[in-house]
């Protein structure tokens, strides 16, 4: 083993001592879901630059969770002895390539290449991020230390998305890219300065937990019906505030308020997960399908449906720490492959939730309709785990 590299056995501490360590994991990850996730509020004035509607220009939010889950898993196992940092460098240059590519795209055949890029990166970083906090942190914290990493994540939805949104209105969506793109070098100075190298997997490793493939089972479908739920509704989350009457310049702040109630969120369940990790999950699941049915509801009054979509952001929040940390319990000898299947269910949840989504934008009272359909995933989320105590222990 390299000298740069930790020792598992002995060098493994508490998530204050691995700061910095665990900070920079956050800020990749803020890069990483705002590049996943910045369509989502460009898809009108991507679509009308390029002569496409909002079900098409949805489809770069599709194409990007297809190439995820497709690849995870296969990419994760080819690389599991490789070196983690060098890894998380490789995905952030693939980061910086992809918003290059969108940002100076003459057609919309090279941004939706741009995408393709960017989704194979995401196919990796994501992985390879939530397998790095077991091997830094010691077991007790490592929910914690989840949670400090998905602060980035969810900082991309506070500040990432929203504020890229707004520069895409005042300066245009392609200068929103070139921004993006800036991050990821950022980023990569970050990685270089403040990540401690760790190795890969050993080889001839096994997975010694009686049970532990049917558990991440449990956790992993449950995992994908939420986020099926959450994106057949979010991924159009501009179009529903549009036709409810938000004019185009408040996408960006409204946008904003509803990730700042999902770093509330996050920050409760980081209180709890450790603790009481069954009572959060299904606590957080009945509030989300509460609150995607009440965006629904409200859909015909702006003010309504805005706080409606605070509460219901600040729920999701805390949503990807959860599974994360449920996965990583349930294989625990192997942390790399429970962020793999985590990574690719994910991004499966979020292309079918916008395939799902987009079918439903045609309909009359589409917002009532993307709810309804919403918050049915959500339940039955719900259901797998109630019923996969093993998946989801108290």
């Known amino acids: 083993m390299p000298a740069t ?15 910095p360590a665990l900070l920079t994991l956050a800020v990749a990850g803020f890069l990483a879901v705002t590049t996943e996730m910045l369509p989502v509020g460009l898809l009108p004035a991507i679509g009308d630059a390029f002569g496409v509607g909002d079900s098409v220009t949805g489809l770069l939010v599709t ?24 890894l998380i460098l490789t995905t952030v240059v693939g980061y910086l390539i992809s918003n290059l590519l969108i940002a100076t795209a003459p057609s919309f055949a090279v941004v939706a290449a741009g995408r393709v890029v960017g989704g194979l990166a995401h196919a990796l970083f994501f992985s390879v991020c939530i397998g790095y906090v ?14 400090v990493v998905a602060g980035g994540t969810t900082a991309g939805f506070v500040l990432g998305v929203p504020l890229s949104t707004a520069l895409g209105s005042a300066i245009g969506w392609r200068n929103a890219f070139v921004t993006l793109a800036v991050v990821a070098l950022i980023a990569v100075v970050l990685i270089v300065r403040f990540l401690p190298a760790v190795s890969g997997a050993a ?11 049917k558990d991440l089972g449990v956790v992993v479908t449950s995992n994908t019906l939420t986020f099926i739920g959450q994106y057949t509704l979010y991924t159009y989350i501009s179009v529903v505030l549009l036709a409810a009457g938000a004019q185009e310049s408040w996408i960006g702040p409204l946008l904003l308020l509803c990730g700042i109630c999902g770093l509330f969120g996050l920050a409760c369940v980081g209180r709890t997960i450790d603790r009481r990790p069954r009572t959060t999950v299904l606590t957080v699941l009945v509030l989300l399908a509460a609150t995607i049915l009440a965006v629904g509801l409200s859909h015909q009054w702006l003010v309504l449906l805005v706080i409606a979509m605070a509460l219901w952001n600040g729920l999701f929040g805390g949503v990807p720490s959860m599974y994360q940390s449920a996965a990583v319990r349930a294989l625990t000898d192997a942390p790399e492959v429970a962020g793999a299947w ?14 799902i989504g987009g079918s439903l934008l045609a309909s009359d009272s589409a917002t009532f309709h993307l709810a309804c359909v919403g918050a049915a995933f959500v339940v039955a989320g719900l259901v797998v785990a109630v019923r996969g105590r093993r998946g989801f222990p108290g």
């Not at 194409?63 to 060098?86: D, E, G, Q, S, Y």
């Open 5 to 19: 590299s930790i020792d598992l056995a002995d060098s493994r501490h508490g998530v204050r001592q691995n700061a």
């Open 134 to 147: 077991p091997r830094l942190v010691e077991h007790r914290q490592v929910g914690r230390g989840l949670a």
């Open 63 to 86: 194409v990007f969770a297809v190439m995820v889950a497709v690849f995870a898993v296969p990419l994760t196992i080819a690389t599991k002895r490789f070196a983690r940092k060098r």
């Open 342 to 355: 985590i990574n690719s269910t994910s991004n499966i949840g979020i292309a079918l939730g916008a395939l």
């Open 203 to 213: 080889a001839g490793r096994r997975i010694e937990k009686p049970g532990a493939r």
